[in-house]
């Protein structure tokens, strides 16, 4: 949406998204409370404003989402020039209806939420006070209406076009080719994408997600079974593959190898969260090591996925995850037909232990990688003459030192987040009664990490070791976390963080557990909620 010079919304629309007025209550049941009221302004888009044609507003909005929305999801994915950028991301747009309606409901709802947040820059005087407030009041009833206009005429169109794909899936033969099964693989995650940033099913009924989630690994699973490894998946994709290089090494991916790397890294990291909240084995656990990347942020592996550059995330982490969901699984399972047997907790005690190690050991990797990375000395053989300077290194290259901090202090939190989560399934500690000397050390520490970051997007992302901090934080540890959700403003309600906030005020209205009560698992924790937290 433009302004003009006057503070008036320069906007052009058609007259059929005035008629479709009505739509904007239609989705208020689906985006529960953690949305925004539409403005009960009667002004319509219809009334407002002219209607030379329906192309400006997908412009505007098309590229509000590449902009801000995109980024703002996934503030890590940062391709280089090399690889394509995120063209792939409008290619999608224009060729595959049900992203293109998806992102356009997204669009819409990160613009209302915006518009509702009033401007905090440089002090201003009394006089320009006010007509700051009056001019933000005035963009909010032009706007206001339309942009639920908009959003209520896109959030029908996209659930539409989102049940003919999850309807196609059960049709589709297994012999479909990779193109075609790619394309829908990255729909089906978009589709995932939307529905957590959201806070809604898109319209096709209550747990959904969960099994969207499954047809997505099933999809996943038979083109890597099929192809055998990323690799054989991407130079299938394109011909010309083995061919497609340049000078520094790195590979040209086209529209299709683009896009399946990166609906790979989302599905994998959903896949492996999704496992520890659902408390069952990752469906596609098997295909970790060969998929994932786990060496330290600087090398460059184009055989594996980078999970970092995706989701912030390094790759070693999130693989610890999924194994301490396994030895949750394994410990569950046990308990039902060995509760108490000496010889299961000492197996128990000493896995748990393991991972823990492994934990700490990569802790003090990442420190000392991220160190030589961003050092003088790095930095200054960088800027050689065999080498651009630094500031260019992000067109480029994947190791330049702002990001590998980022993503560091990213993959710092989920490690002590994943300590934390180890300690649920060990028993350790899961109440403010029980609480280890460790257990706290683990929580103040990942609770003054989540406080030194800058971006709400980068807050966004980190929603599980948010929740897990969450269920096992003090009294005085959970005004912290509302502080810090506070942080992301209005944008707390894209995307998850005021959702996760929800589910742990409903666990914290719960009575403490009593000194002789055995503490709370994480599986115990997640039960108690009216409904399974998801994170993106």
């Not at 492994?358 to 800027?383: F, K």
Request: hydrophobic fraction near 40%; charged fraction near 15%.
């Amino acid at each position: 949406m433009n302004i003009d010079g006057r503070g008036v919304p320069a906007v052009k629309e058609t007259e059929q998204a005035g008629a479709n007025a009505n739509n904007s209550s239609s989705i208020q049941a689906p985006l529960s409370s953690h949305t925004v009221e539409p403005p009960s302004s009667p002004v319509s888009a219809s009334a407002a404003f002219a209607p030379p044609g329906q192309s400006y507003i997908s412009a505007d909005f098309t590229v509000m989402y590449l902009d801000y929305v995109f980024p703002f999801l996934f503030p890590h994915y940062r391709p280089t020039i090399f690889e394509g950028g995120r063209a792939w991301v409008l290619a999608t747009l224009q060729t595959q209806k049900p992203l293109y309606h998806t992102a356009m409901s997204l669009a819409s709802y990160f613009l209302a939420l915006i518009t509702q947040t009033p401007s905090k820059s440089t002090p201003q005087s009394p006089s320009e006070t006010s007509q700051t407030a009056q001019s933000h009041t005035t963009l909010q009833s032009f706007c206001g209406r339309f942009i639920w206009d908009i959003l209520g005429q896109h959030m029908e169109e996209a659930s539409r076009a989102v049940r003919a794909v999850i309807d196609s899936i059960p049709h589709a033969p297994a012999d479909t080719a990779l193109v075609p099964r790619t394309r829908l693989l990255v729909n089906i995650v978009q589709l995932q994408v939307f529905e957590t940033a959201m806070g809604t099913g898109a319209g096709t009924g209550t747990g959904t997600r969960a099994i969207h989630l499954r047809a997505a690994t099933d999809v996943f699973d038979g083109i890597v079974r099929q192809y055998d490894s990323l690799d054989h998946v991407l130079a299938s994709l394109d011909s010309s593959f083995s061919e497609a290089r340049q000078g520094t090494g790195w590979r040209i991916w086209n529209i299709d190898q683009a896009a399946f790397r990166f609906a790979a890294s989302v599905l994998l990291y959903m896949d492996i969260v999704e496992s520890t909240t659902r408390q069952g084995m990752p469906h596609l656990r098997t295909w970790y090591p060969r998929l994932i990347a786990q060496a330290d942020g600087t090398t460059k592996d184009t055989r594996r996925l980078r999970m970092e550059d995706v989701v912030g995330c390094q790759g070693w982490m999130l693989i610890l995850i999924s194994e301490i969901a396994v030895l949750a699984n394994w410990a569950y399972q046990g308990s039902e037909v060995n509760r108490g047997d000496p010889g299961r907790l000492t197996e128990l005690h000493a896995r748990s232990q393991s991972l823990s190690w492994r934990i700490h050991d990569g802790l003090q990797h990442l420190t000392r990688d991220t160190e030589s990375a961003t050092s003088p000395l790095s930095a200054s053989t960088c800027a050689s003459a065999a080498s651009p300077p630094p500031f260019l290194q992000a067109y480029y290259r994947h190791d330049s030192g702002a990001q590998l901090e980022e993503q560091a202090q990213v993959t710092r939190i989920w490690a002590y987040a994943g300590l934390l989560y180890l300690d649920t399934v060990t028993r350790q500690c899961a109440c403010d009664n029980c609480a280890s000397k460790s257990h706290k050390e683990n929580a103040t520490t990942v609770l003054a990490l989540l406080q030194q970051l800058s971006s709400p997007a980068v807050l966004r992302g980190l929603n599980w070791p948010i929740f897990v901090t969450g269920i096992m934080a003090t009294v005085e540890q959970r005004a912290a976390i509302r502080n810090i959700v506070a942080t992301a403003g209005s944008l707390q309600k894209f995307g998850g963080l005021a959702s996760t906030l929800h589910h742990l005020e409903e666990l914290w209205k719960r009575p403490p557990q009593q000194h002789n009560e055995p503490p709370r698992t994480f599986r115990e924790s997640v039960a108690l909620l009216a409904d399974s937290p998801v994170f993106m």
